[in-house]
C-alpha cells in the first residue's frame, strides 16, 4: 500500500474517533434525560440536542472527509485489512446518507423527538392518546421525507426498517411474521385451553425496592456486568444506553407488588450490556467496533432473559438466593415450580411483560400498524381503536385505556419507526445461537446450574460482541450456527418447551 493511502487512512480514523465520542456526548444526554433530567428541563434539552446533532452532522459531511473517502478505495483491495476496510466502507455509508439530508431536517427530527418524548410521557400519565397524536403525525412526516432524501429508491418504511436492520426490508420480514402468526395463535390458544396452569401464587406479594435492587445487582454482577464500567438506574422504560464499552448505563423499574418485572428487565437489559462492555478491544471509538444490528443486539438480551435465566439450571441455582431475599414467598417453593411460574404463557396488554410465546404477537401488532401508517392505510387518529382490535384478535384481550394500549411504548416519541422487528427477529437468532452453544460446549447448563455463567459470556463474547461489524448480519449468523435465520428453530424451542409446561399432546 502506498504512504498516501496509509496517511489518508489515518486522517480518517482521527475523523470518525472525534464523531464517535461526540455521539457519545449525545449518549449521556438522552440517558439523562430519561433517568434524571428535571421535567422543565425538556425545552432547552431539546434544543441542546437538536444543536448537537446538527454539529455532529455537519462534521459527518465535512469536506475533509468526503475528499478522504474519495482517495480511498471503494473496494476491498490496497492491502488495507479487514478492520481497516470495515471503517472505511462504514465511513463512506454514513458521508453517503448524512450528504442526502438537509441540515435543517437533522436539527428538526432531533429536537422534535427530544420534545415527543415529554409529550409522551405526559399524555401516558393523563391518558391521552390526543395529546400525543399531532407530534406523532409530525414525526412520521418527517421520516417519511427523511426517506426519501436518504434511500429515494426505496419505500419508506422500508428505509426506516434499513436504519435498524440494514439490508432488510417488508418483503423479508413480511413471510417470517406470517409463519410465526399462523403458528402462534393456535399455540396460545392450546395453552389458555390447557386444564394445567402452572402455580404462580408465589409471584405475587410484597417486595420491598431495596430488596429488588441488590438481588438485580447481584445477578447481573453474577452474570459478568463490570458496574465499574457501567451503573443501572431507574427509567419509565428500561433500556440499555451511555457513551462507551467503559460506560454503559442499564436501567429497570420497579413495582412493590411484583419482583419478576424488574429482576428480568435488569437481566435482559444486561444482555445488551455485556455486548457493549465486550466489544472489541481495538478500535472501540472505530465503527468496526460497534454492534451489528438491533436484531443481532436483541439476541443478546433475550438470550440471557430466556435462554438462561427461564431455563431449568438458571431457575435451580437462584432459588436459594430468591427464598434467602424473599422469605415469606418463597418457603415450599421447587425448582420446578419456580422453572414454571416464571415461563407462565398469560396474554396480557404489556409488551415489556410479555411471555416469550405471547411476545412476538405485540411485535407484529406494532409493525402491521407502522406499515399502515407508512403506506397510508392507517391514520395515526384511528390508531388507538385499530391497536385494540388487534390486540383483541391476536391475544383475546383488550386495553381499556390508552395508557395501556397504544400509548405504552417510548419508540414512536424518539421517532423510532422500523424498530420493533428487531425484537422479535432477535428472539428468532437468539433461539438459533443458544441451539450453537448447546452443540459446541454440551455441559453449559450444568455449568449454569453449578452458578457459573462464564462459559456463557465467554462464548457469546467471542462469537458475536468482538465480531463487530466486520461480518453482515447473514454471514455472522452462518459462522456461529451454520444455517440463515430460521424462524422454525424459534417455533420448535417454544412447541417444545411450552408443550411440556402445559402437558400438551
Not at 413471510?175 to 385451553?193: G, H, M, N, R, Y
Not at 445487582?217 to 464500567?229: H, L
Not at 467471542?462 to 456461529?480: M, Y
Request: glycine fraction near 8%; aromatic fraction near 10%; charge should be negative.
Amino acid at each position: 500500500m502506498n504512504e498516501g493511502l496509509r496517511e489518508d487512512y489515518f486522517s480518517l480514523v482521527h475523523l470518525l474517533e472525534e464523531n464517535n465520542r461526540l455521539g457519545g456526548i449525545m449518549g449521556i444526554l438522552h440517558w439523562d434525560q430519561e433517568v434524571i433530567m428535571p421535567a422543565g428541563a425538556s425545552e432547552s434539552r431539546a434544543q441542546q440536542i437538536g444543536a448537537l446533532a446538527g454539529v455532529l452532522h455537519e462534521k459527518t459531511i465535512h469536506s475533509e472527509m468526503g475528499k478522504l473517502l474519495d482517495r480511498l478505495p471503494h473496494a476491498d483491495e490496497n492491502g488495507f485489512t479487514a478492520f481497516e476496510w470495515c471503517n472505511i466502507r462504514e465511513a463512506r455509508r454514513d458521508f453517503d446518507m448524512a450528504t442526502r439530508i438537509p441540515k435543517a431536517l437533522v436539527t428538526e427530527l432531533a429536537e422534535l423527538s427530544s420534545r415527543a418524548h415529554q409529550v409522551w410521557v405526559k399524555a401516558r400519565a393523563e391518558n391521552k392518546f390526543s395529546n400525543f397524536a399531532p407530534v406523532l403525525k409530525r414525526l412520521l412526516d418527517l421520516k417519511i421525507k427523511w426517506a426519501g432524501h436518504v434511500f429515494p429508491d426505496m419505500q419508506a418504511y422500508d428505509a426506516n426498517i434499513d436504519i435498524y436492520e440494514r439490508g432488510t426490508t417488508q418483503k423479508d420480514i413480511n413471510p417470517v411474521f406470517d409463519k410465526l402468526k399462523a403458528q402462534l395463535i393456535p399455540l396460545i390458544k392450546s395453552i389458555q385451553e390447557s386444564g394445567y396452569q402452572p402455580d404462580t401464587g408465589f409471584l405475587s406479594g410484597q417486595f420491598p425496592i431495596e430488596k429488588q435492587e441488590a438481588l438485580g445487582r447481584k445477578i447481573s454482577e453474577e452474570m459478568g456486568f463490570q458496574f465499574d464500567k457501567g451503573r443501572m438506574d431507574v427509567s419509565v422504560h428500561p433500556f440499555c444506553g451511555g457513551s462507551h464499552p467503559t460506560d454503559v448505563r442499564i436501567t429497570t423499574r420497579y413495582r412493590t407488588d411484583n419482583f419478576i418485572e424488574s429482576l428480568y428487565a435488569v437481566i435482559h437489559e444486561t444482555g445488551h450490556g455485556l455486548y457493549e462492555q465486550g466489544r472489541m478491544q481495538n478500535g472501540r471509538d472505530l465503527p468496526v467496533s460497534e454492534a451489528l444490528t438491533m436484531a443481532i443486539h436483541e439476541s443478546q438480551s433475550l438470550f440471557w432473559e430466556r435462554m438462561i435465566a427461564q431455563g431449568r439450571p438458571f431457575c435451580t441455582r437462584y432459588l436459594p438466593l430468591l427464598a434467602e431475599t424473599f422469605p415469606q414467598n418463597f418457603k415450599d417453593v421447587t425448582p420446578e415450580r419456580f422453572y414454571e411460574g416464571v415461563n407462565v404463557c398469560q396474554p396480557s396488554l404489556i409488551r415489556v411483560e410479555a411471555d416469550e410465546v405471547t411476545y412476538p404477537m405485540h411485535v407484529i401488532l406494532r409493525y402491521e400498524l407502522e406499515r399502515g401508517l407508512f403506506d397510508g392505510s392507517v391514520q395515526v387518529e384511528d390508531l388507538p381503536e385499530i391497536w385494540n382490535a388487534k390486540m383483541k384478535e391476536y391475544l383475546g384481550v383488550e386495553p381499556l385505556t390508552d395508557t395501556l394500549g397504544v400509548l405504552q411504548d417510548t419508540h414512536w416519541s424518539g421517532g423510532a419507526f422500523g424498530y420493533f422487528p428487531s425484537y422479535t427477529l432477535g428472539a428468532i437468532y437468539a433461539s438459533q445461537f443458544y441451539r450453537a452453544l448447546i452443540q459446541a460446549k454440551p455441559g453449559v447448563e450444568k455449568q449454569v446450574e453449578a452458578g457459573n455463567l462464564a462459559p456463557v459470556r465467554d462464548w457469546l463474547g467471542i462469537q458475536i460482541h468482538q465480531q463487530g461489524r466486520l461480518l453482515s448480519v447473514p454471514a455472522l449468523v452462518k459462522q456461529v450456527t451454520g444455517e440463515n435465520l430460521n424462524p422454525e428453530s424459534f417455533l420448535d424451542y417454544l412447541k417444545n418447551k411450552y408443550r411440556q409446561i402445559y402437558r400438551l399432546n
